[in-house]
């Protein structure tokens, strides 16, 4: 597939129904061997625009930020990240990628790696010199591209998850 290159911009709460649609589309294709096929029929776009405008509504209280990513005139794509969660890492300037997903039809396509460049610029311009991301174990597409993308294993940190199915790994990022 060609290279796009997609507008990025940050988000605005008329987006969340968009946001939610590629939350909603690619779980669907990207955990259909990690997740229950109940588990994926149940995501509901309508809630997840709910969830998605509240975040956009508190971000300035939150720190939560949101990206999208543009194709002619239309959302494909998205990033969220904010302070980082972990109890380890609290108390520093650390941020975490809380997700970054794009329509799989569009995978491979650079959209994803516009989104990463998009939020890693962002947090250089916000003196943000590290991060960390959640990714599930079995997830290799994501992997891949995180690690392309830079980001290593955190191999202080084993699998996390009550589900073997659905263990997380945790990579970290440092831009210095």
Known sequence: ??????????????DARNVAQIQVTTWREAYAHILSANELEALDVDK?????RGQ???SPS???QLLVAELNDGIVGFSS????RDGD??????ME????????????????QALMSATQRRWAEQRINEATL???????????????????LDPRVGPIGENPAELEVRYRLNQE
Request: glycine share 12%; charged share 15%.
């Open 1 to 14: 597939m060609p290279s796009l290159t997609p507008t990025v911009r940050p988000a605005e709460v008329g």
């Open 97 to 112: 990628l809380y997700a970054l997903y794009v329509y799989p039809t569009l995978w491979a396509a650079g959209v994803g």
């Open 48 to 52: 997840s625009a709910d969830f998605w």
């Open 81 to 84: 990240f904010g302070p980082v």
């Open 56 to 58: 956009m509504s508190s």
């Open 62 to 64: 939150t720190g939560t």
């Open 89 to 94: 890492l609290k108390g520093g300037s650390i």
């Open 134 to 152: 959640w990714v599930f174990e079995r997830n290799g597409r994501a992997r891949r591209f995180y690690e392309k993308s830079g980001w290593r």
